[in-house]
Each structure stands twice: as C-alpha cells, then as structure tokens.
C-alpha cells in the first residue's frame, strides 16, 4: 500500500493511503479528473455535500424497475430515447426521487417530493418501459 506525505506549516504528516483519496475527494473533482463530466445539472440532483431526503412513499414496484435496470444514471437511462418528463400538477416531477427513493433537499425540484398519484406513477412506469426498462418480474 502506498502512502502519500504532504508538508503543512514545516511539519511532515503522514496522509491517507492513496485509495482512499477517492473517497474523500468531493465528487466535482474526480468527475474532471476522469474526464466523465456532463453528467451534472441534468438531473434536479443538487451537488456534493447536500442533504438527501428520502420518499418515505415510493411506488416499489419503480424502485425496483429502476434499480434492476443497471443503468449509471437516470440521464444516461434516457439517453437516445424520446421522452418527456411526467407531470404531477402540471409541474415536471423528481425523477430521482420516484426512481431512487431519495433526493436533496437542494434539488430544483423538492417541491416535487411529495406522494405521486397513480396516474402519475404509470405515466413513470410508462417512461421506463419507453427507456427501454423491463416490466416488473420479467427477467
């Protein structure tokens, strides 16, 4: 395992193990450090360092479309599709939080974090299916 040394105010510190940097460096950093930027501010997803929320009612059966779907992202999930966003009262909603189950509590949409309706819930069911997402069950 290899060590990185740094010098602050003519002391020698012992840092952390190199892996772990990764871990603590904030997330804005290492995106261009691997140069996998451009996914920031498509999602309502605020930055680093925020609060999450979590839909204390989400719909399951999304979560686990979602999750099961193994896609990075819900941009990249979207990506190459024609789609729209779902309404509820006539407002976009939050898509990561019906499909992940949390959000931030900075997200430009946290008026959005509420219980969607059913309706609602099938027309993200149906934004799944037209991403490409298999229904639920099927394997």
């Given at each position: 395992?290899?060590?990185?040394?740094?010098?602050?105010?003519?002391?020698?510190?012992m840092?952390?193990?190199?892996?772990?940097?990764?871990?603590?460096?904030?997330?804005?950093?290492?995106?261009?450090?691997?140069?996998?930027?451009?996914?920031?501010?498509?999602?309502?997803?605020?930055?680093?360092?925020?609060?999450?929320?979590?839909?204390?009612?989400?719909?399951?059966?999304?979560?686990?479309?979602?999750?099961?779907?193994?896609?990075?992202?819900?941009?990249?999930?979207?990506?190459?599709?024609?789609?729209?966003?779902?309404?509820?009262?006539?407002?976009?909603?939050?898509?990561?939080?019906?499909?992940?189950?949390?959000c931030?509590?900075?997200?430009?949409?946290?008026?959005?974090?509420?219980?969607?309706?059913?309706?609602?819930?099938?027309?993200?069911?149906?934004?799944?299916?037209?991403?490409?997402?298999?229904p639920?069950?099927?394997?």
């Amino acid at each position: 395992m290899r060590y990185h040394k740094s010098v602050s105010s003519g002391i020698l510190n012992m840092a952390l193990p190199a892996s772990w940097y990764a871990l603590l460096d904030p997330p804005s950093s290492r995106e261009s450090q691997s140069g996998s930027g451009g996914e920031s501010g498509r999602e309502p997803r605020a930055q680093s360092g925020s609060v999450a929320t979590f839909n204390a009612n989400p719909d399951r059966t999304l979560l686990r479309r979602y999750r099961d779907s193994g896609h990075t992202s819900i941009s990249r999930m979207m990506e190459g599709h024609e789609v729209t966003v779902p309404k509820h009262n006539n407002k976009p909603v939050c898509l990561v939080w019906a499909l992940k189950g949390e959000c931030s509590a900075t997200c430009k949409r946290k008026n959005q974090h509420v219980r969607y309706s059913q309706a609602t819930n099938e027309a993200i069911s149906q934004l799944l299916s037209d991403c490409g997402v298999a229904p639920a069950g099927s394997s």
